[in-house]
């Protein structure tokens, strides 16, 4: 099977979105419940019960973060290296965060101490809450552009700063994908529990579903209105192989929306975001959690198919010469690599995507404090 370049250059674009998708979806809702933890349970018992309702699951979901970060290397090196350059110490930050949760969940129970439990407990509060803050922060610095250029042997050069990444519109971004996080978090520990620990998940997926519908409007429209936007003047035949440098980017207000005039059908996604979100609460309210759960994770989908729609073809646009900006078309890999990955993911998708499904048909029910009781030594 041949496939041309510019195609391949397409489909890679696609299904690093879909890795992103899947992550926020099955590891999105960990991260929620992590952040829920020392809240929603108020006794020992209780956050062991918020802890095995993600327990058996939640190693497995981070593969899709992992694996995303080995499509970004391999389908786009240059993106890799230019953003571990931009972004290190907000990814450190991250990786940081992210200690807590495998040691939170081995060790947390393992002495019966309330002072040590309560520590881990927060500990894992913060490897939720800090990584999904910071995924949104990054997003929100992509759309506005990331200080970085390339010499003329096309080595990058990032002039910015972390607190530069600290800015009043990433940080708004940032508490878009908190709160979607948490509200999908809630709704699934509302589907996974009962009684007070239900209830109080409950309540917290109507609040942070609410506060997610409106900080995405809010942040739509800064976009469309407060920030510019990056679009191609001149560029070589897509399906060439081409440099960054071999471009011509203009910055300008408004530019963002270009492609939901170009294509109006793309202006299904934040549809959706909005839709979802909305139907995911009533949902909630009325007890039906299996069908808000769906409901929030498509809202999560349309929150990402949004951004990727409308910053297409760009993947890492640079604020500081624009025609540096990295795209889709000439960020990207070889033809053979990337039709190698190509045949790979073909292969190996379905077959992850067949055994997730089987564990959670496997794993599904409830998540009590009867079960932690007759498993005290084995459960988390």
Sequence with gaps: MFIDYETLKLIWWLFVGVLLIGFALLGGFDLGVGTLLPFVGRTDAQRRVVLNA???????????FITAGGALFAAWPMVYATAFSGFYWAMLLVLFALFFRPVGFEYRSKVE?????????WGLFVGGAVPALVFGVAFGNLL??????????????????????LNPFALLTGVV????????GAIYLQMRTEDDIQARSRQAATVFGLLFLAAFGLAGVWQAYGIEGFRIVTMPDPGSVMTPL???????PGAWLTNFSRYPWMMAAPAVVFLGGVLAVLLSRANRPGLGFVCSGSALAGVILTVGFAMFPFIMPSSTHPNSSLTAFDATSSHRTL????GAV?????IV???TSWVYSVLRGKSTEENIRANTHSAY
């Design 54 to 64: 993600i327990g058996p699951t939640w190693e497995g979901n981070q593969v899709w």
């Design 113 to 121: 101490d309330r002072r040590w439990r309560s520590t881990w407990d």
């Design 144 to 165: 506005q552009g990331v200080p970085f250029h390339f010499d003329e042997f096309l080595r990058p050069y990032y002039t910015g700063s972390f607190w530069g990444l």
């Design 177 to 184: 994908s908190l709160t979607m996080l948490v509200f999908h």
């Design 246 to 252: 071999d471009k011509t980017v203009e910055v300008a």
């Design 339 to 342: 039709m190698l990955m190509f």
């Design 346 to 350: 073909v292969i190996f998708l379905p």
């Design 353 to 355: 995507l067949a055994y």
